[in-house]
Every structure is written in structure tokens, then in C-alpha cells.
């Protein structure tokens, strides 16, 4: 079936600007996970869902960062006034239930620059 | 403080060599250890998990997890120019907790 998939691929922002990203999780994925990947690093959490439940949001840098997932299915994080230090790759991943729950399933990322 | 650590790199090694990647982690309380491959502009693939003391092999890759000494490697034999990519490791607390990368080792296979 199809994997994560994530939409835009790539956005450039002006500083100040709202941006909103989304994440469509491999389908029947309940749980789903929000990382921020800089230049050079390795993903860093911002936040997990179980379907609709957001129960760690512990890594969002600031209170500019929110993520929801609604349905339990298409989950958005959104971005307020964007600051330059927001460049990154954000990257979502989907865990499945049953069987193969150690796996987490990357998407491509989307990459934001602000200028 | 980073809770897993990786030397950045880069590792260089001739194909055909093993690769010795390293890790150490901070949380004794981990449970879960993963390492990842990511080539450049690409998303991270899992390609190895291990969870008890000891080693697990799958094909040429071998993962080796040293709990008292809070230590994980992973080892490829036979490299190949393919195996070119940064290996990021990462460790879990539980099953229902977030999964924390190191920075990852840029691996090299010349020819």
C-alpha cells in the first residue's frame, strides 16, 4: 500500500508568515509522530498522537507550534510567525497497532526555509 | 545534554571492509534501540531494532547492545559503496514514549 505521505515538499516562508504542514499517516496507523531535522542533526520529537489523542507534545519548541489530528487519520502541524530558526526538514512518521508496532514509517519530509 | 551520542564522522572505510558505527545512550530505563539509515535529502529507514543484551544479525548488518554499559553498535560487513549514508541510532524508553536520535555517523565506502 502506500506509504506517509506529506504535502508541500518544499515551502519557502517570509518571517512572520503562518505556514501549515500536512501528514497523511500509512493507512490504519494509529499512532503517529511530528519530527523537526536541521542541517546536520538527527530528527528531534516535537510531538506524538495515538488516532486523536496528542499525548506528548513535550518537543514543540514554542507555543507558535501546534499539531492536530482530528480524525485520527491526516494530522497538520502548523507554524505561527515564522522565525528564521524554523528552517528544517519536518518529517512524520506512522506506527502501525499489531504485528509491526516497533516500525516507524518515515515520510519524504517537507522542507521550509524562512526568509 | 543529548541522550544519544554518535561520533558525527566521517567514517571511511574500503568497500569490502567492516564498518564499526557506535552509540551510547543516557536513560538506563531505555528499552528500545533502533538504527536508522538516511541517505542525503532523503527520509530515515529503519533497518535494524534490538532490545535484549547480545547481538542480532539480519544479512550484513549486525547490531550489538551492551545495556549495563548503555552501548549500541552496529556493524556492516562486506560494505559496499551503497551503504554510503548517515546511520543515525536512536533509543526508546517504552513503547508508548517518543524515540530519541543521536546525530547520526556519516559513513563513506570508497571503492
Known amino acids: 500500500g502506500a506509504g506517509v505521505s506529506q504535502s508541500p515538499r518544499y515551502k519557502v516562508a517570509k518571517r512572520g508568515q503562518d505556514v501549515a504542514l500536512r501528514c497523511d499517516p500509512i493507512s490504519g496507523h494509529v499512532s503517529l509522530f511530528w519530527y523537526q531535522q536541521a542541517l546536520g542533526q538527527g530528527p528531534e520529537f516535537l510531538t506524538y498522537?495515538?488516532?486523536?489523542?496528542?499525548?506528548?507534545k513535550s518537543g514543540l519548541p514554542s507555543d507558535r507550534f501546534f499539531a492536530e489530528r482530528p480524525e485520527g487519520s491526516v494530522s497538520t502541524l502548523k507554524i505561527q510567525r515564522t522565525q528564521q530558526e524554523d528552517s528544517a526538514v519536518y518529517l512524520c512518521a506512522s506506527r502501525g497497532l499489531a504485528g509491526d508496532q516497533e516500525t516507524q514509517y518515515f515520510g519524504p519530509g517537507t522542507r521550509l526555509l524562512v526568509l | 545534554q543529548k541522550e544519544v551520542e554518535q561520533n558525527s564522522g566521517p567514517l571511511s572505510v574500503p568497500e569490502g571492509a567492516i564498518a564499526s558505527l557506535n552509540c551510547t545512550y543516557s536513560?538506563?530505563?531505555?528499552?528500545?534501540f533502533f538504527w536508522y539509515r538516511q541517505y542525503s535529502g532523503k527520509s530515515p529507514e529503519l533497518i535494524m531494532s534490538i532490545y535484549s543484551n547480545g547481538d542480532k544479525e539480519d544479512g550484513r548488518f549486525t547490531a550489538q547492545l551492551n545495556k549495563a554499559s548503555q552501548y549500541v553498535s552496529l556493524l556492516i560487513r562486506d560494505s559496499q559503496p551503497s551503504d554510503s549514508a548517515t546511520y543515525l541510532c536512536?533509543?526508546?524508553?517504552?513503547?508508548?514514549?517518543?524515540?530519541?536520535f543521536g546525530s547520526g555517523t556519516r559513513l563513506s565506502i570508497r571503492p
Open positions: 498522537f495515538q488516532n486523536e489523542a496528542q499525548l506528548d
Open positions: 536512536a533509543a526508546r524508553y517504552s513503547s508508548a514514549s517518543k524515540i530519541i
Open positions: 536513560d538506563r530505563g531505555s528499552q528500545s
